[in-house]
């Protein structure tokens, strides 16, 4: 069954630092692969995505993604965080069985102290 | 702004009633998928509709139901609640044949008391 995983409940990191959220996934095939952002009382908006073709992609908000196939992970990083980034961050991969669903992680918890 | 449409924002009801969450996707898009997000349980998949049809289901139970209607918005029913089903309820959508990133509205927060 296709799934992701996010093994971090929580990552805190201070202002200016480089921050990580970690994601691997469980897929049969090539994957699809996603990240969103969900701040408070909001919807989920999408950061940035991973189909084929250069292992390193960038997305919204200064947000980078490196798809690692040999270790099964889709980590999301940004070189320099910022207050603002504080939210919820959620892995997601397309199923492609027989509809075109995002089946999402648990999400983690970003914290960026000032 | 996504252009994914929900209502209402929030809605208080009490256990054992019925409500109705409103979904219109993006223009020009046809596929409405439906989520709940709890506590608990995190993002879960309800249900998918493409041009009407019912494509797939999830997580959805029977006291659920959800259609798409021919000017492409998309109803969820909930009735005979119970305290457990408060919860974020989002509706998002695509184009067919795209790279499968989901649009996702603001969401309905329900909470049954």
């Known amino acids: 069954a296709q799934s992701v995983a996010q093994p971090e409940d929580q990552v805190n990191v201070a202002e200016g630092n480089p921050l990580t959220v970690k994601c691997t996934y469980s897929v049969s095939g090539n994957p699809y692969l996603f990240w969103y952002v969900q701040y408070p009382n909001r919807g989920l908006q999408f950061l940035l995505k991973y189909i084929t073709g250069d292992n390193l992609v960038k997305g919204s908000y200064g947000f980078e993604a490196e798809f690692n196939k040999s270790q099964t992970s889709f980590h999301l990083k940004k070189p320099s965080a910022l207050v603002s980034d504080s939210a919820l961050y959620f892995c997601?991969?397309?199923?492609?069985?027989?509809?075109?669903?995002?089946?999402f992680g648990t999400g983690t918890r970003l914290q960026v102290f000032p | 702004d996504s252009g994914v449409t929900q209502t209402p924002k929030h809605l208080i009801t009490a256990t054992g009633q019925r409500v109705t969450l409103r979904c219109s996707p993006r223009?020009?898009?046809?596929?409405v998928y439906w989520y709940q997000q709890s506590l608990d349980q995190g993002l879960q998949f309800l249900i998918h509709?493409?041009?009407?049809?019912?494509?797939a289901k999830g997580n959805i139970l029977e006291r659920f139901s959800a259609q798409q209607f021919p000017d492409l918005h998309s109803e969820l029913n909930l009735s005979s609640l119970e305290l457990g089903d408060s919860a974020l309820y989002f509706c998002?959508?695509?184009?067919?044949?795209?790279?499968?990133?989901?649009?996702f509205g603001e969401g309905s927060r329900l909470t049954v008391l």
């Open positions: 223009s020009g898009d046809l596929s």
């Open positions: 509709y493409y041009n009407g049809e019912e494509r």
């Open positions: 997601a991969v397309r199923d492609m069985r027989n509809t075109d669903k995002l089946i």
């Open positions: 998002a959508s695509n184009r067919e044949g795209g790279t499968g990133e989901l649009f």
